[in-house]
């Protein structure tokens, strides 16, 4: 069975903490992604990496930061969280050579609260 | 103006209804449309993928591109309690990594 592993299901955090998301997946996949999903915005894509140690800025980058140093791994920092911050993040992978047209499998997600 | 347009609802059903859900969308290099699920308290999961215009019947699920209009549908028949969940359209292009998701529809479905 296919998974896709949020470590931190809910998280209460203080205004300016660094806050570690951590992901991990088990099927091998080569491509990973972090979006955050909000009522009536759907899910906005944050960062994405299409190998290790490669990553991409998504849509809405600013105040965040991954780290991709194994495959199996995918990591979002908040450097200084905010409370604009607050948010549902879902990780994602898909296999490689899909590109725009393969499967995404996410994770449960990780329900950040910033006070 | 948002790359995918979608009605978050609420929506609200007795069991057996036809439901129907829709997105629209403004980008015309969009060639794959999806429709995921997603429960209450979980990551969302893949329930139909579509190539290009056309239909596809998986089931009770029908899902409908027309790209002429750069509409998509997904429609449920005998609908369930258990289809009560959120609905997200999402469409992505070719030679890409992203994948652009609608706000999603919520669905309740009352026994």
């Known amino acids: 069975d296919v998974k896709v592993t949020q470590s931190s299901r809910y998280l209460v955090k203080r205004t300016g903490e660094k806050v570690f998301l951590e992901c991990v997946q088990d099927m091998d996949h080569e491509n990973m992604f972090w979006y955050r999903q909000d009522p009536g915005l759907g899910l906005r894509l944050i960062y994405f990496?299409?190998?290790?140690?490669?990553?991409e800025k998504g849509d809405i980058p600013e105040g965040y930061s991954v780290s991709r140093e194994k495959k199996e791994r995918f990591s979002l920092i908040l450097e200084s969280a905010s409370t604009n911050q607050t948010s549902m993040y879902l990780c994602a992978s898909r296999a490689h050579g899909t590109s725009g047209t393969g499967e995404l499998f996410f994770g449960e997600g990780s329900r950040l609260t910033v006070l | 103006q948002k790359e995918v347009e979608q009605d978050p609802g609420p929506l609200s059903v007795p069991e057996g209804a036809i439901v129907s859900l829709n997105c629209t969308y403004s980008n015309s290099a969009f060639q794959y449309f999806m429709w995921y699920r997603q429960y209450s308290r979980k990551g969302p999961e893949l329930l139909m993928y579509t190539y290009s215009s056309g239909n596809k019947e998986d089931g009770r699920f029908t899902a409908q591109v027309d790209k002429s209009s750069k509409y998509i549908s997904l429609f449920i028949r005998d609908s369930q309690p258990s289809d009560s969940a959120t609905y997200l359209c999402a469409m992505s292009g070719t030679g890409g990594f992203k994948t652009i998701f609608g706000a999603g529809t919520r669905l309740f479905v009352k026994a």
């Open positions: 990496s299409y190998d290790v140690k490669m990553k």
